[in-house]
């Protein structure tokens, strides 16, 4: 058994607290890691998981943003839908390959090809939470999970979700004995939005973590699973602190190219989409891009909320330079938000760029090589090196097969 645990926005500072977390030194000391693994542009959970399970950069994938771009809805549509990953991935691969596969609140998984199956999904318009799963997603499965375990629920606050999939986790294990499980914990990233990523509740979340791993360790020793078991356990970016809002927006309204007042948009000839750390313009009077770049330049030459430019790397690795024609990023201790904000503490969305913006994989169990550490990677090395451990054929990835830690 494989199984692919991703600890949402748990960068390399928490993973070295786990690391040496107290309760998990029995059976995390022989385990092989890399330390500083970096997460792909733009930094957001919807399109690290896409590369996650396709081991290509976003321009490839196209889950560019987590959300749709949808000016004026303050509610727009994730790209909930396995159909949103334009490549080959590990669901599609383990299907061919007659795995038996298990996914629980794995993003971009709607209608996924796994059999059993919690997509993460909320409810749209009039729908209660349970007919949004159940639409996307296998029914019997899921209704005999929240048979099960739906009293841990509390809508989606944390730390009841977590518990949830969780307490699904070790009854999947032992129920359904799948050949590949994708297992998805946002307990710190909530957290971190909330408080922010060296709040006390960012740290108390990071000890849940840490009481998970060891009931699952527990679990499987129990069973006799831990030594026939295979596990990677990773985050899909990092947090960083942000007090200061802004609404690159404001720009565009005062050059007469969007109308809003409020969370009301009346009309727009430009937008920028928000990404939390980066934002990006589509604007549709080429002849204007002049005017909005000069005014980016005043401002990021005053030291204001706009750091600087992105890159052309940058713009074409995140797939954006598809439809858009250029991206900022935030200055430090800013975040940018798109009509309405949602107030955050703690924010990613940034570029590869930021010191102390990684993440970490730690490998352990059957085919791992003990007490290696391997000083830096890609969450797209994660596709490679699963594709390795489950013998299945790889295909062209932008990430590499972490071969040293493999037996
Ligand atoms: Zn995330």
Redesign the pocket.
């Known amino acids: 058994m494989l199984l692919l645990i991703s600890l ?2 748990v960068g390399t500072d928490k993973f070295q607290l786990i690391l040496k977390h107290e309760r998990l030194k029995k059976y995390l000391n022989r385990a092989s890691y890399v330390n500083e693994v970096s997460s792909v542009f733009v930094s ?2 919807y399109v ?2 896409a590369s996650i399970v396709t081991g290509v950069l976003p321009k490839k994938h196209k889950v560019i943003e987590n959300f749709v771009f949808d000016p004026g809805n303050l509610k727009p549509d994730w790209n909930w839908f396995e159909s949103c990953i334009k490549t080959d991935n590990l669901f599609r691969a383990a299907n061919r390959n007659k795995l038996k596969v298990a996914s629980l609140l794995w993003p971009v998984t709607a209608k996924a090809p796994v059999k059993y199956n919690i997509p993460e999904i909320l409810p749209r318009g009039k729908e209660t939470q349970l007919m949004a799963s159940l639409k996307n997603g296998p029914k019997l499965f899921q209704l005999e999970m929240i048979f099960k375990y739906g009293r841990l629920l509390r809508g989606v606050r944390q730390p009841a979700l977590d518990n949830f999939a969780f307490a699904c986790l070790l009854d999947v294990i032992k129920n359904k004995k799948p050949d590949l499980i994708f297992s998805h914990f ?1 307990d710190v ?1 909530t957290n971190d939005h909330m408080y922010g990523p060296h709040s006390k509740e960012s740290y108390d979340a990071v000890d849940r973590h840490a009481e998970r791993l060891e009931k699952l360790f527990k679990n499987l020793e129990k069973n006799k699973l831990l030594e026939k078991t295979t596990m990677l356990i990773f985050g ?2 990092s947090c960083l602190e942000s007090q200061k809002e802004y609404c690159p927006n404001e720009i565009l309204k005062q050059l007469g190219m969007a109308d809003f007042k409020g969370h009301k948009l009346r009309s727009y000839s430009a937008w920028f989409k928000s990404c939390g750390g980066s934002a990006f313009l589509k604007l549709y009077d080429k002849s204007k891009l002049g005017l909005i770049e000069k005014k980016l330049d005043e401002m990021i030459k005053e030291g204001g909320p706009v750091k600087r430019l992105l890159s052309k790397g940058e713009m074409d690795e995140s797939g954006f330079s598809d439809g858009y024609v250029l991206g900022i990023e935030a200055a430090e201790n800013y975040y940018f938000y798109e009509l309405e904000n949602d107030v955050h503490k703690g924010s ?1 969305g940034y570029s590869l760029r930021q010191p102390g913006y990684t993440t970490s994989i730690i490998a352990l169990g059957k085919g791992i090589r003990k007490n290696i550490i391997a000083p830096k990677g890609s969450i797209m090395d994660i596709c490679p090196t699963a594709l390795r451990i489950l013998n299945i054929e790889p295909w062209e990835t932008d990430g590499r097969a972490l071969t040293e830690l493999l037996l």
């Open positions: 949402d926005a957001n959970t690290a998981h946002t990233d899909d970016h990613h």
